[in-house]
């Protein structure tokens, strides 16, 4: 078995949403045996690490087996919030695909199927 790299939104959609300076990301697999993968490789330090140059503090991931998600909880990372930030669009929505963007190696068998 060999392991390629492939992006997250291979394996899962999300959904974000904010309020004031905290993102919540939602993350669920396509397919229930993908979500280990996810488990193991999708942490809250590799997060944190993903969204520090936005500033974030803190990553909490919530686990949601029977959902195959994960709702990731991310601090400070809206540069102030909707009221607070410059941005035109730097909030909720956008995030959700720069975490998808994250990539996975990932056994090629199970992409085959």
Known sequence: MSLVEVPLHRLAHARTGDKGNRANI???AYRPEFWPLIAEQVT???????FAQ???????RHELPLLHGFNFVIDDVLQG?????????GHGKTLSFWLLAMTLRVPDALLDE
Not at 44 to 50: D, F, I
Not at 81 to 89: P, W
């Open 81 to 89: 919030g909707v009221n607070g930030a410059l941005n035109l669009d």
């Open 26 to 28: 939602a993350v669920f």
């Open 54 to 60: 936005r500033g974030a503090t803190r990553v909490v």
């Open 44 to 50: 809250e330090a590799r997060v944190l690490e993903r």
